[in-house]
C-alpha cells in the first residue's frame, strides 16, 4: 500500500488551510501549502489528481497575474481569488474522506479521542457515500415505474419528486444508520480495549510536512510571505 501522510498530518494540513482562507494571504503562502500537500499525491502515485490541482493553480496565479482581479473582472476575479484559497481546503479535505476507516479511526485513537467519538464519525463516514447511490436507485425506481422519466416532469411537478425522493431516503437513511451502527459495534469500535493488527506511526514523509508547515506559520507569522 502507497501511503503518503499520516491521517494527524492531514489534520494539520486542513486546519492551517482553512485558517489561511480566512485570512487570504499572499499567492506564496497558499503555493507553498499546495507544494507540500502534493507531496502526498506523488507518494501515493496519484499523478492525474495532483495535475489536475496543479493546472487549475496555476491557470488562476497566471490570470491574477495579468491583473485579472475583483476590479477589473469582478466575478471572474472572485472566481480566481477565491478558488485560490478555498482549493486548498478542497484538497486536503477529499484526501482525508478517501482515507480507509480503520486508519483514520486508528489514528485518532494515538490523540486519545473519546471512543463515542469515534463511533459516530465511523458512522458518519460510511452513511454519506451511500446517500447518492440510495438517491440513484430511488430515481432508477421512479424510472422503472413510469414516473419522473423526462426532466421536465421535474419542473413540473416538483413537490410530488421530493415527496417520492426524500421519503423512501429517510426510511431507508434510517435502516441504514442502524445497520452500520450495529456493524460498527461488532467491530468494537466503541470498545475501550480495541486492537489492531496495524500500527499506524508517524514517518518521515509526516515530520517533513509538519516541519514545512511550521516553517511557512514561523515566515508569515514574520511577514515574508
Known amino acids: 500500500m502507497n501511503r503518503g501522510y499520516d491521517v494527524r498530518t492531514k489534520l494539520l494540513f486542513l486546519l492551517l488551510a482553512n485558517y489561511y482562507a480566512l485570512v487570504t494571504p499572499g499567492i506564496g503562502v497558499i503555493w507553498v501549502l499546495i507544494l507540500l500537500f502534493s507531496l502526498d499525491f506523488i507518494w501515493r502515485h496519484e499523478y492525474v489528481r495532483l495535475a489536475s490541482y496543479l493546472i487549475f493553480f496555476g491557470l488562476a496565479t497566471a490570470c491574477l497575474s495579468l491583473n485579472i482581479d ?52 465511523a458512522v458518519a463516514m460510511r452513511f454519506l457515500p451511500t446517500v447518492t447511490e440510495s438517491y440513484l436507485n430511488i430515481r432508477a425506481a421512479l424510472k ?24 423512501p431516503l429517510l426510511l431507508n437513511a434510517t435502516r441504514l444508520g442502524q445497520d452500520l451502527t450495529i456493524a460498527a459495534l461488532t467491530k468494537a469500535v466503541g470498545s475501550h ?15 517533513l510536512g509538519w516541519f514545512g508547515l511550521g516553517g511557512l506559520v514561523l515566515f508569515t507569522l514574520g511577514g515574508f510571505l
Open 70 to 121: 475583483e476590479a477589473s473582472h469582478p466575478y471572474l476575479g472572485f472566481f480566481l481569488l477565491g478558488g485560490l484559497t478555498i482549493m486548498p481546503c478542497f484538497m486536503v479535505g477529499l484526501s482525508i474522506l478517501r482515507t480507509p476507516i480503520h486508519e483514520f479511526i486508528q489514528t485518532l485513537r494515538k490523540w486519545r479521542v473519546p471512543e463515542s467519538i469515534l463511533l459516530v464519525l
Open 144 to 167: 422503472l415505474r413510469g414516473e419522473f422519466v423526462s426532466w421536465y416532469q421535474y419542473l413540473l411537478h416538483p413537490l410530488a419528486y421530493f415527496e417520492k425522493i426524500l421519503v
Open 193 to 207: 480495549h480495541k486492537t489492531s493488527y496495524r500500527n499506524y506511526v508517524f514517518t518521515g514523509k509526516d515530520y
